[in-house]
C-alpha cells in the first residue's frame, strides 16, 4: 500500500553537499561536493523531498550571523538550480551550548546528534520516515537519523552520486543515467 506521503533524503550540508573548510558562510567560499548537483538532481527524479539539515554552531560563537547563513543557502539554491536540481527546504540550527552569544546558547533538541529538525521537517512536509533516510559525514549525523528512525548513511568523501547510487539500488530504485 502506497503512503500519500513522500519519501525524504536528509542531507547535512558542510561535507556532503559543499566542501567543508571550517564554518563556510560566505558565497565567495562554496564549492560543491563532487557529485552533489547530480545527486541531487536524482534524489528530484526520484521523488524525493531533499532536506538539508545542518548544525551552524558558527553563529552562537558569534563567527557570522544568521542572515549570513540565509545568504549561503540562497547561494547554494541557485549554484543547484544551474544544475536543474533543488532542495525542497533547510533546516538550521544555530545554538550550541558553548556558545559566545547568549541568544544561541542552549543545547537545542535541534542540535544534531538531535533528531529536532528531521522530525520538524518530516510534519511539515508530510515525509513517510519509513520511506526515508539520512546522508551525513559526522557520527552525530548518524545518531540524528537513528534518533529519528530513518537509515544514516556516512559520507566518506569521493562522488556523492556514487552513495546516491548505492542507496537507490539498496532500497530498489536505481540511478537514472
Known sequence: MRSEHDPGAFLDRDGVINVDIGYPHRPEDFRFIEGAPEAIRQLNRHGYKVIVVTNQSGVARGLFDEAAVEHFHNHMCAELARHDAFIDAIYMCPYHPDG??????????????????????????????????????????????????????????????NLIELILKQIGRPLER
Open 100 to 161: 559566545q552569544v547568549e541568544r544561541y546558547r542552549a543545547d537545542h533538541p535541534d542540535r544534531k546528534p538531535g533528531p529536532g529538525m528531521i522530525l520538524r521537517a518530516q510534519k511539515d512536509y508530510h515525509i513517510d520516515l519509513s520511506r526515508s533516510f539520512m546522508i551525513g559525514d559526522k557520527e552525530s549525523d548518524m545518531k540524528a537519523a537513528q534518533a529519528a528512525g530513518v537509515p544514516g548513511y556516512l559520507f566518506k568523501g569521493g562522488n556523492l552520486v
